[in-house]
């Protein structure tokens, strides 16, 4: 996640001085106590470059958003494993970890409470849609790359791949609105799942 | 679902016509814009009932949670199928249905607003840690029935009922919060995850 995160240590230029006093402002007050003026608290230079940058708070999130998947579309924040399936490993031990670090649990937080917001406002919701696309089309192309090379079977990969999206989502949401029911089970019955369907008469 | 619906068409007295107001109400404004106030104005009654009976929106609100459950509790909305593998498939058409209905389209998506305050309201956390591990309680005593008659392979009940209860949930967030990725994908892969698991020696 180093080049993704990379904008919190050592933000460069204005704008990911920005996104960085929004991340954190963020990941402390949620989405309903947050206000421009606590993410100008966290920003080093005048707060009036906010205001002049944004119309508001949903403005500036939506921004926030955005900058995010870009840096995940251009940073793809897993290691370029050996082969597909210790690439889908690697990225299944990153997402579906249990329990969440602390840090991530807090940044994952502040996510649901964005992602609510899409329930009845159409630009979160558009942007949720591009974050949902790209991780099919991510993991899509790790199952297709996968098949090709005969490691997997001719599986309709973005089929698996928008199930996986929901494993992830839905893991997503319980890990910070509800107290576990069973730590590494979601992890192993995703496995039992893939064993099936992609890797089943190895 | 009727005998868990029932409140909205003939409510049974104070209460009842209390909890369908809040449903009308949520369903129509969403948590955010939601007041006392109109609530009220979907009850037949005098207004100082509610205020009577609730300290604000939040503590009504997680009374109507608790109502719901209850509801579930007392008649678990699924026909008593066959055997256990029709009510497991009744109750995944029923949860992944795509598209959903639209009267459950509005209120998953004021269960998600709710859900939402889960990540920094400790009540509602408690009310969907119960919610949550009602489903999987229901989901396991299924299963473990399935194993006991043989007509399901001596799996983990409760692992794979955590699991399904992450796709339930997944599936949940993504239909009021994005743009579907791909309809019947998820059912599909589940199915097949199911054969895989409960079913493959037959």
Same mark, same amino acid.
């Given at each position: 996640m180093r080049a993704v995160e990379s904008f919190l240590e050592s933000p460069e230029g204005t704008r990911e001085e920005i996104m960085r006093a929004t991340y954190l402002a963020l990941c402390t007050h949620g989405y309903a106590d947050l206000t421009v003026q606590r993410i100008g608290e966290e *920003?080093?230079?005048?707060?009036s470059l906010i205001y002049h940058h944004y119309d508001g708070k949903d403005d500036l999130l939506l921004d926030f958003l955005s900058f995010m998947l870009d840096r995940f579309r251009t940073a793809?924040? *897993?290691? /370029?494993?050996?082969g597909p399936r210790e690439h889908l490993e690697a990225i299944l031990d990153y997402v579906l970890a249990?329990?969440?670090p602390e840090d991530r649990r807090e940044f994952t937080r502040a996510m649901v409470q964005l992602r609510a917001q899409a329930t009845h406002d159409e630009d979160y919701r558009a942007h949720f849609t591009r974050h949902d696309r790209f991780v099919v089309d991510s993991l899509e192309a790790i199952i297709d790359r996968g098949v090709a090379a005969g490691? *997997?079977?001719?599986? /309709?990969a973005e089929a698996v791949a928008a199930f996986l999206l929901v494993t992830f989502n839905g893991s997503m949401l319980q890990q910070v609105t509800s107290?576990?029911?069973?730590?590494s089970a979601v992890r192993d019955e995703l496995d039992a799942y893939l064993q099936a369907v992609l890797l089943a008469d190895d």
């Open positions: *920003f080093p230079k005048s707060k793809m924040p *897993f290691p /370029d494993a050996a249990t329990p969440l490691h *997997f079977r001719p599986v /309709d107290e576990p029911t069973s730590g």
